[in-house]
C-alpha cells in the first residue's frame, strides 16, 4: 500500500491553474468520483505519479569496462547489500 502525502499545517500549498476542454475534465471528474476524490486530489495524486515514474526511468548507471563485466557474468555471488536493497520497498511505497 502506498504511503499518502500530507502536508504539515507549516507547508504552505501553491495554486497551479489549468486550462483543460471539457471532454478531458470530464473525464477526469467521472474518474475522481468513482475513486471518491476530488478532481484536484485526483489531478495532484495522478500527476505526483506520473512525476515519480517520469524521474526513476530516467536514472541512468554508468560503469566502466571492467564493472560492466563483472555484472554480465553469470558466475559471480550477488552483493548481499544490492539483493536487500532491490527487495526492499521504495520510500513512497512504505
Same mark, same amino acid.
Given at each position: $500500500?502506498?504511503?499518502? !502525502?500530507? $502536508?504539515?499545517?507549516?507547508?504552505?500549498? +501553491?495554486?497551479?491553474?489549468? *486550462? !483543460?476542454?471539457?471532454? *478531458? #475534465?470530464?473525464? !477526469?471528474?467521472?474518474?475522481?468520483?468513482?475513486?471518491?476524490?476530488? #478532481?484536484?486530489?485526483? $489531478?495532484?495524486?495522478?500527476?505526483? *505519479?506520473?512525476?515519480?515514474?517520469? !524521474?526513476?526511468?530516467?536514472?541512468?548507471?554508468?560503469?566502466?569496462?571492467?564493472?560492466?563485466?563483472?555484472?554480465? #557474468?553469470?558466475?559471480?555471488? /550477488?552483493? /548481499?547489500?544490492?539483493?536487500?536493497?532491490?527487495?526492499? +520497498?521504495?520510500?513512497?511505497?512504505?
Amino acid at each position: $500500500m502506498k504511503k499518502k !502525502i500530507t $502536508m504539515t499545517a507549516k507547508e504552505k500549498q +501553491k495554486v497551479v491553474n489549468l *486550462r !483543460i476542454d471539457e471532454t *478531458r #475534465r470530464n473525464l !477526469i471528474d467521472q474518474a475522481a468520483k468513482l475513486q471518491g476524490k476530488s #478532481r484536484t486530489e485526483f $489531478m495532484i495524486e495522478a500527476a505526483y *505519479r506520473e512525476a515519480e515514474q517520469t !524521474i526513476l526511468d530516467q536514472k541512468i548507471f554508468i560503469l566502466d569496462e571492467a564493472d560492466f563485466e563483472y555484472i554480465t #557474468r553469470t558466475d559471480h555471488q /550477488p552483493d /548481499p547489500k544490492l539483493v536487500k536493497l532491490f527487495k526492499s +520497498k521504495s520510500p513512497w511505497e512504505q
